[in-house]
Antibody, heavy 119, light 110 residues
Framework: EVQLVESGGGLVKPGGSLRLSCAAS????????MNWVRQAPGKGLEWVST????????YYADSVKGRFTISRDNPKNSLFLHMNSLRAEDTAVYYC????????????WGQGTTVTVSS | QSVLTQPPSASGTPGQRVSISCSGS????????VNWYQHLPGTAPKLLIY???QRSSGVPDRFSGAKSGASASLAISGLQSEDEADYYC???????????FGGGTKLTVL
C-alpha cells in the first residue's frame, strides 16, 4: 500500500525549533519529488516547500524561506522539515505529499501532523 | 490573500450540477497545468483532477475539469451528499518558483 506517515508535531514556544518527519512506503520514494503543505486553523491549504527526487532542486514559500529547511534520505524513504524561529502563524497541520509527475499534482498525502506555536 | 481566486462557497441540491471557478494569471494558470483537490476536515486532501482535465484514479466521471487562458473550473454533476467538502485549485507559479493554491471553496449539498 502506498503510504505517507508524518510525525514530529507538537507544542513549541515562539522562537523554538521542531523537526517533522515523513515516512514513505509502498513506492519508489527516490523517484518522486516531495512536498510539505500546511493548513492553519480555519484557513486553506498553503504550500510550504518542495524537494526534487535527488535533492537537486529545493523551493520554499516566502513565508518560511530562511527559517525552514526541507531534506530527504532516499535510502531510508524519509522526508524531513526542519523548522526554526517558529512563529504563532506557523501553527498548522503539516502534510507531506508526493508529486505524481510533471504537471500531475500531488497524488499521495499523509494524514498530517499538528504543530502548535504558543507560549 | 491567495494568488488563485476561488469563490468561498458554493451549494447545490442532490442531482444538480455545480461549477467552481479558479482565476489566476499568465504566470501561473496561464502557463501551467491546473490540479483540483477535495479536502474533508481531519482527513488527507485528495487529488481529483490533474493536468487541467484528467481524473485521478478512482475519481468518478461526475467530476470534470477545464481550463481556458488564466482561468480554470471544476464541475460536479449529479451532486451527492458525500461531495460536501472543501475544494482547492492549485498550479505551479513560475514567478514564485512554487505551488500556489486557491483559497478554497466550501461546497454545501442542501
Amino acid at each position: 500500500e502506498v503510504q505517507l506517515v508524518e510525525s514530529g508535531g507538537g507544542l513549541v514556544k515562539p522562537g523554538g525549533s521542531l523537526r517533522l518527519s515523513c515516512a514513505a512506503s509502498g513506492f519508489a520514494f527516490g523517484s518522486f519529488s516531495m512536498n510539505w503543505v500546511r493548513q492553519a486553523p480555519g484557513k486553506g491549504l498553503e504550500w510550504v516547500s518542495t524537494i526534487t527526487s535527488r535533492s537537486t532542486y529545493i523551493y520554499y514559500a516566502d513565508s518560511v524561506k530562511g527559517r525552514f529547511t526541507i531534506s530527504r534520505d532516499n535510502p531510508k524513504n524519509s522526508l524531513f522539515l526542519h523548522m526554526n524561529s517558529l512563529r504563532a502563524e506557523d501553527t498548522a497541520v503539516y502534510y507531506c505529499a508526493r508529486t505524481a509527475g510533471v504537471g500531475q499534482g500531488m497524488d499521495v498525502w499523509g494524514q498530517g501532523t499538528t504543530v502548535t506555536v504558543s507560549s | 490573500q491567495s494568488v488563485l481566486t476561488q469563490p468561498p462557497s458554493a451549494s447545490g441540491t442532490p442531482g444538480q450540477r455545480v461549477s467552481i471557478s479558479c482565476s489566476g494569471s499568465s504566470s501561473n494558470i496561464g502557463s501551467n497545468p491546473v490540479n483540483w483537490y477535495q479536502h474533508l476536515p481531519g482527513t488527507a486532501p485528495k487529488l481529483l483532477i490533474y493536468s487541467n482535465n484528467q481524473r485521478s484514479s478512482g475519481v468518478p466521471d461526475r467530476f470534470s475539469g477545464a481550463k481556458s487562458g488564466a482561468s480554470a473550473s471544476l464541475a460536479i454533476s449529479g451532486l451527492q451528499s458525500e461531495d460536501e467538502a472543501d475544494y482547492y485549485c492549485a498550479t505551479w507559479a513560475d514567478s514564485l518558483n512554487g505551488w500556489v493554491f486557491g483559497g478554497g471553496t466550501k461546497l454545501t449539498v442542501l
